[in-house]
């Protein structure tokens, strides 16, 4: 699986895009596993189950997904067909569908189909006035597999769907725009820092929070000025997020983002992920400011792919930056 923009934040392209990420490094070190107050840093531990420390003073932002409509093609029971899907979807769920695709194989229809009817989101959908309706997706497994989910619903509802994988944002947003296609899944905080860039240039304030009703509040705001509305965003993230092993988690007893920076500053943590992590205030850099994490090193690897979690699986990462929604992190 690969996301939309994992490191998107704070440099803007023409079209507003900003870069997000990770940030500093530090000294090596391979000093054995130490206690909490030996400042030494927690060593990796092997294991072939991952788990995410939970973000517990919201270093990231509420990149939830809802679902961006062109004004023109809404109708109430066309958002309340997504809204069914909306509230059916949370983070868990989200990686059993990409976790049914990426790793065991499915089609994103058939995980699609069995995501609805075993969570009955179909039962009661309301007809809408019929027509044709055109989904976008982005070309990453998880969007074409929302993309089904959508179509499915919407043909529950009594449209004529087409789904159509268009590439990246830089295209099928103003696709979305122009009426090309009429449904897109979105992810809320990416999206408003995009619309803020082309609504309000390349210096716009980043409108996203970690908190989502910020974040939905300056969306809509900003869609409404580019002929988009939206549906209720559902309770899925995809975003930074950053793992480490079972196994480690439960040698050290880090549960959260504050565990590890108390527990394991020091030299022999290591921290894993893409090249520009170092100086990204969603990644490293993030981890210092917000949290006071100290790691010993960094390890060059890759934006949440199989590299950085290679390498907390054999033990030569202690925590890594991975996506929060990723099959990989299914539990069992």
Same mark, same amino acid.
């Not at 509420?62 to 958002?79: C, G």
């Not at 007809?127 to 619903?153: D, H, M, R």
């Not at 009703?213 to 809509?220: C, F, I």
């Given at each position: ?12 392209? @023409? ?5 997000? /990420?990770?940030?500093?490094?530090? &000294? &090596? /070190? ?6 909490? #107050? ?7 531990? #092997? ?14 932002? $509420? ?7 062109? @004004?023109?093609? &809404? ?10 899907? $909306? ?6 769920? =989200?990686? #059993? ?38 989904? /976008?997706?982005?070309?990453? $497994? ?28 830089? =295209? ?23 619309? @803020? ?10 409108? &996203? $929070? ?10 809509? @705001? ?5 002929? =988009? ?37 020091? #030299?022999?943590?290591?921290?894993? /992920? ?6 990204r205030p969603k990644c490293q850099a993030g981890l210092v400011s917000v949290y006071n994490f100290q790691a010993g090193k960094f390890s060059s690897l890759d934006a949440g792919g199989p590299l950085t979690k290679t390498a907390l699986k054999q033990g030569t990462i202690s925590v890594g930056l991975v996506l929060s929604s990723d099959g990989a992190l299914a539990a069992g």
């Open positions: 699986m690969r996301r939309h923009l994992i490191l998107m934040a704070v440099a803007t392209t @023409a079209a507003g895009l900003t870069l997000a /990420g990770c940030g500093g490094a530090g &000294s &090596s /070190g391979t000093a054995a596993p130490p206690s909490a #107050a030996s400042g030494q840093g927690c060593a990796p531990v #092997a294991g072939d189950t991952l788990t995410v420390l939970t973000d517990d003073k919201h270093l990231q932002n $509420s990149d939830n997904v809802v679902p961006a409509i062109n @004004a023109k093609a &809404s109708s109430p029971q066309l958002i309340a067909a997504l809204d069914k899907v $909306s509230a059916a979807l949370d983070t868990t769920k =989200l990686i #059993a569908l990409n976790k049914a695709v990426d790793i065991d194989r499915k089609t994103s229809k058939a995980a699609a189909t069995e995501f609805l009817t075993t969570n009955n989101v179909l039962a009661g959908i309301q007809k809408g006035p019929g027509g044709k309706i055109t989904i /976008g997706a982005a070309n990453f $497994s998880e969007n074409a597999t929302l993309g089904e989910v959508y179509s499915q619903a919407l043909t529950a509802a009594g449209y004529t769907v087409t789904v159509q994988q268009i590439g990246n944002r830089e =295209l099928y947003e103003p696709a979305l725009e122009k009426g090309d296609i009429d449904v897109v899944p979105e992810y809320a905080a990416t999206l408003a820092t995009f619309l @803020a860039g082309k609504v309000n240039g390349a210096n716009a304030k980043d409108p &996203s $929070s970690p908190d989502l009703n910020t974040t939905m509040t300056n969306l809509k @705001a900003l869609g409404e000025k580019r002929g =988009l509305t939206f549906g209720t965003p559902s309770q899925a993230q995809d975003q930074n997020a950053f793992a480490t092993t079972t196994a480690f988690s439960d040698k050290y007893a880090v549960k959260t983002l504050s565990d590890l920076a108390a527990k394991c500053s020091g #030299a022999a943590t290591v921290l894993g /992920g893409p090249a520009e992590c170092p100086q």
